[in-house]
């Protein structure tokens, strides 16, 4: 049995945790109300109601449907056996098929799209729009285990060539990427781009607007691995590389409006890249040994014995990595995108493309990234 003190202190102490569990959720639901304060208050400030309309319903849930490509080239040349060779690896992933959610409330939000189909891969959106300005952020990763190396040689028969264009790998070659990008409209009274894009507002008159924008690419591309060492062999010792672009732009869009809910968008800015730097990871292999081994070129061989003996002793050994910078360069940005918007729901649909260049002693080669998205939302 416990004494009148006693309880007297345990009824104190779980009042004070009480307390103070209410005054944290309390805290919380403070700092939510005026976080959603700020974005109504945002939505229409500075807006012409006559060109813009803010929805009551503050809410955008969002089916989102994503068909998305990636392309990686590489090219390289080099000498093996005393042999000239070429080779350009060409990773064109099956175009993949992404459906998610994207979550939103006054147009700050985020989405997330599982794979449904090809190539393995996820995508995780962020995205915040106020009325002349706006910022996104994709992260994108997936990975090719069938790359197509386009390989030519005198050291190889026609049979060799086809046998290297059917190559699967045993460690996939991975490739990462994470584009930002953030604008200002200087016609944000009368244009919206989220209304494009977002779907945060409608557009309800045709307008057009001068806006400038930054943009911001991070790719990695990593087949650096033992089992990969014939592959890091054939690329002149590159095993890994990093690129980073950060770009400014200024350009005109424009929203078209032929029909009530009906809204198409174009935009197109010619950005210049001040920062072009790729970093890439240089390996040695002892595949120049192996190739000294008779059993590397003995015909008699079967494949699955050679795989068995090659893979069982190739390794890769880092030595160093550098960095490069290819200087300021001249891109370009285009995007479209359709919209309908009928009572409380709408459809989207629009796409982007990505460009990145890079160069590497003997090795050069792109990555070419595109989507389309497709969506059907509701406000609540």
Known sequence: ????????????????????????????????????????????????????????????????????????????????????????????????????????????????????????????????????????????????????????????????????????????????????????????????????????????????????????????IDYASNTNGDLVYLMEGLGKVKLWQGSVGVGYTYNWVPARGLLVNVMAMPMLTLVNKLKGYGYATNVPELMEDPLFWDPNTTDEEWDEWFYERVRITHMADKTFNSGVSLGFDARMSVTYNFGRYFFNAYGQFNNIRYHHNNSTGYLNDWFINTSIGIRL
């Open 1 to 220: 049995m416990f004494g009148r003190k006693a309880m007297r202190y345990r009824l104190l102490v779980i009042g004070i945790c009480f307390c103070g569990q209410m005054m944290a959720q309390g805290s919380i639901g403070s700092l939510i109300g005026k976080v959603k304060s700020m974005r109504d208050s945002t939505v229409v400030k500075g807006i012409d109601s006559s060109y813009i309309e803010v929805p009551d319903k503050p809410w955008q849930i969002i089916l989102r449907t994503n068909v998305n490509q990636t392309i990686v080239s590489m090219q390289t040349e080099g000498t093996m056996a005393g042999q000239d060779y070429h080779a350009k690896p060409y990773l064109k992933t099956t175009p993949s098929k992404h459906v998610g959610l994207w979550v939103g409330y006054r147009g700050l939000g985020m989405g997330y799209s599982m794979n449904v189909g090809g190539d393995k891969g996820r995508k995780l959106t962020f995205g915040c729009t106020g009325g002349a300005y706006g910022v996104n952020v994709h992260f994108h990763s997936f990975e090719n285990s069938n790359p197509d190396f386009n390989l030519n040689s005198n050291l190889l028969t026609e049979d060799n060539k086809e046998a290297w264009n059917d190559i699967h790998l045993t460690e996939p070659i991975r490739v990462r990427t994470v584009f930002a990008d953030a604008y200002y409209m200087f016609n944000g009274k009368h244009f919206s781009y989220s209304a494009a894009y977002k779907q945060r507002v409608i557009q309800k008159r045709s307008a057009g607007s001068l806006m400038a924008g930054l943009m911001y690419n991070y790719t990695r």
